[in-house]
Structure formats: C-alpha cells, structure tokens
C-alpha cells in the first residue's frame, strides 16, 4: 500500500502527478469493450437459465403461461422409465467411447511425435474429424456407412459375410455412435502432441541409460509426466459426450430408436420440450443434467490427486 502511495504521488519532469490507468479514461475503455460480453453473459447464458431453473417449477407448454407445481417435475424425473433409459445409454456411451476415444488420440500422437515428414499437413487431416464430427452430414454420412447397403457391408460381403443393418439393429445402433466418437479424436491427439513436445529429453536418456526399454520408457516417463493432459482432455471430452444430440438425432431420425438403443438424455430432453411441449419438464431434465455434469466433473477433480503428477 505504501507502494502504491508512492506511486501516485509521484510528479512527472512537468509538475504534474501521474494519473492512474482508470483516470486517464483506460478503465472506462476496457469496460466498453468488455460491454458486449456482459450481454452476451446476461441474456444469452445469465438470463436463460435462470428462467429454465423457474420453469423446472412450472407447468408450461409454451402455449399457456407457465403455472407453479413446486417440485412435481423433479419427482416424475424418478418415475420416468424412458429417463431412467436414456441415462443408461447416456453413460454407457461416455464410459466406453471415451476412453477409447483418447486412447486412439494419444496413441496418434506418439506416431506424429516421432517427427514425420508433412507433420503440420498430418496434423490437419487427423484433426478435421474433430471438425466435421458433430455435423448433420457427416450422422448422415455415417448412416449410409452402417446402413444395411452401406459400405461396411460392403466391405464385408467381400469376404461372404452378410452383414446387418447397423443402426437399424437395437443392438448395434448405440456401437455406431461410439465409433463416431472415437473417430473425432482429433482436438485431444493435438493436445497430447502438444504436452509430447514439452516433456525433457534428458528424463527419456536417463531411462535409457538404466536400461529401461521403450515399453517401460512410456509407462513410467510418458505416461506420468502426461497425467495433467490426459486429466485435461478427459474433463472436457466428458462434458462434450453428455452433450452429444446431433448424431443420434440424425442416425436415428429424431426417435433414438431403434428400441430406444440411441435415445441419448439430451434427445429424449428435446422431444420432451419441443415436440411435447412439456418445457417444464424439459427444464428440470436439464437441470439433472448439469447435476449430472458437475458431480462427474467434481469425481475426476476429486481422484485427479491420486493419478495425475505434476512436475514442478
């Protein structure tokens, strides 16, 4: 504080004190720039989900005025078997394609690691799924590939197999997402390749030196020293899965058939609010789901101290 005191009582070669950042008018910029994020925060975050955490209390089909019933939408949330179902394809989609997910990434990215020709063109072909992954034309796309004439069949029919109808079969529909998945691995393989980059090469000549292989290189060098960036990109892909709606949306034509195999939490929460109209109930689903969201997100911080090793 004395400092600062100082500071501000000092004169320049003319006489006159310096004025602080905030007098000279800086401060004032820097809120006019930041004015369209607050806006932006208030009515397009801030503003609509306060109003959706209203009308989790409320009867509302977006036709009437929305009317209180306390908790009753929360209750049903429990007596809801297609709920209870599409919570159950939910996580069995995030527990099996994640991890598969960024094994596939981090296991491209010590193949890009080893310095290829064309890495940066690599780098950009790996990473436009990633791109494309979550778009209506590549679930269209993906349709076609696992429809019963589609090119795995195809494929297939090459060695006298007769395939199925992929994503017509309840058995095989919730697989074809996951493989969608696992496929846009590019965002966390650039992350990984970008922690690659910044682990020493000494700790690699060290372990070379007591005559430690590659195999065992990677399981006690690579691996520990890349915990925080596995532990990063396994948070957001986590996230990102909970959300995932376009590729069931499309590959199952808005139904999340076939049986309910594709009815992912955030498409049966859509058909609840937008083609039944029951948007109250809709809203208490969303709220669940960021319950979900944020109590996953907590466990992975919460065990992060048992795995993840940071240099320092």
Known sequence: MAIVGELRGMKGANGKKYKSALHRGDGKAAALFLLPWFVGLVLITAGPMIASLYLSFTDYSL?????????????????????????????????????????????????????????????????????????????????????????????????????????????????????????????????????????????????????????????????????????????????NAFQSFTQAYVVSGGTGGPADSTMFYTLYLYQKGFASLDMGYASAMAWLLLAIVAGMTAVNFLASKYWVFYND
Request: proline letters at 6%.
């Open 63 to 239: 036709l009437q005025p929305p009317q209180w019933t306390g908790l009753e939408n929360y209750t049903r949330l429990f007596d809801d078997p297609r709920l209870l179902n599409a919570l159950k394809v939910t996580f069995t989609y995030v527990f099996i394609s994640v991890p598969l997910q960024l094994a596939a990434a981090l296991a491209l990215a010590l193949v890009l690691d080893r310095g290829l020709r064309g890495l940066a063109i690599y780098r950009s072909i790996y990473y436009l799924p990633s791109l494309l992954g979550g778009s209506v034309a590549i679930a269209l796309l993906w349709r076609q590939v696992f429809g019963a004439d589609g090119l795995v069949n195809g494929f297939l029919s090459l060695f006298g197999i007769q395939g199925e109808g992929w994503v017509s079969h309840p058995d095989y529909a919730l697989g074809t997402l996951m493989i969608l998945n696992i496929w846009t691995f590019g965002a966390p393989m650039i992350i990984f390749l970008a922690g690659l980059r910044q682990i020493p090469q000494m700790y690699y000549e060290a372990a070379s030196i007591d005559g430690a292989g590659k195999w065992r290189q990677f399981r006690s060098v690579t691996i520990p020293l890349l915990t925080p960036i596995i532990f990063f990109n396994l948070v957001l892909q986590v996230i």
